[in-house]
T-cell receptor, first 114, second 114 residues
Framework: GAGVSQSPSNKVTEKGKDVELRCDPI?????LYWYRQRLGQGLEFLIY????????KSGLPSDRFSAERTGESVSTLTIQRTQQEDSAVYLCASSLDRGPDTQYFGPGTRLTVL | AQSVSQHNHHVILSEAASLELGCNYSYGGTVNLFWYVQYPGQHLQLLLK??????LVKGIKGFEAEFIKSKFSFNLRKPSVQWSDTAEYFCAVNAVTGFQKLVFGTGTRLLVSP
């Protein structure tokens, strides 16, 4: 079946603008995660959604970052007033449940803030 | 806080050489362990995982990893690498009960010369 999809694949924006990144998880996956990968660094956790539970926002770096998820489907990550340090690849992953299950990653959105 | 250390940032090998990539984690509870691989131009893919049972796990493409609980390690091995193994390798951990997010190491870039 289809994997995790993300859009856009690339986004170039000017400092101070808002951006919205989209993730479509694998159908039936109740858990959804956002990660960020800055150049030369490992992936860092941003936010986690599990079913109807309150999301785990502990990884969001500032209040300029927010994310929403509609039921158990699409999620959007919004970055307001973008800064150059926000430049990174933003990765979305989904898994079947919160149990010991594999997270499947999308191709990512490469965000460049000029 | 939980953390993952990958000791080798860059590894260069010739084809047919043996590979071992180190991974150590810090967390006192029971963990799930993963190795993900990112081939050039592709998105992150699962290479292998450990949830429970036999601490020696086998993954795709001839890779294996051994979980040594006493050393908090999950090293990745392959007896004979191929040029097509050139990629970046990430070790990751999450908790069986507790944090669901994946905590990643900074990655190891492997270059296999033909």
């Amino acid at each position: 079946g289809a994997g995790v999809s993300q859009s856009p694949s690339n986004k170039v924006t000017e400092k101070g603008k808002d951006v919205e990144l989209r993730c479509d998880p694998i159908s039936g996956h109740t858990a959804l995660y956002w990660y960020r990968q800055r150049l030369g660094q490992g992936l860092e956790f941003l936010i986690y959604f599990q079913g109807n539970s309150a999301p785990d926002k502990s990884g969001l770096p500032s209040d300029r970052f927010s994310a929403e998820r509609t039921g158990e489907s699409v999620s959007t990550l919004t970055i307001q007033r973008t800064q150059q340090e926000d430049s990174a690849v933003y990765l979305c992953a989904s898994s079947l449940d919160r149990g010991p299950d594999t997270q499947y990653f999308g191709p990512g959105t490469r965000l460049t803030v000029l | 806080a939980q953390s993952v250390s990958q000791h080798n940032h860059h590894v260069i090998l010739s084809e047919a050489a043996s590979l071992e990539l180190g991974c150590n984690y810090s967390y006192g509870g029971t963990v799930n362990l993963f190795w993900y691989v990112q081939y050039p131009g592709q998105h992150l893919q699962l290479l292998l995982k450990y949830f429970s049972g036999d601490p020696l796990v086998k993954g795709i493409k001839g890779f294996e990893a051994e979980f040594i609980k006493s050393k908090f390690s999950f090293n990745l091995r392959k007896p004979s690498v191929q040029w097509s193994d050139t990629a970046e390798y990430f070790c990751a951990v999450n908790a069986v009960t507790g944090f669901q997010k994946l905590v990643f190491g900074t990655g190891t870039r492997l270059l296999v010369s033909p």
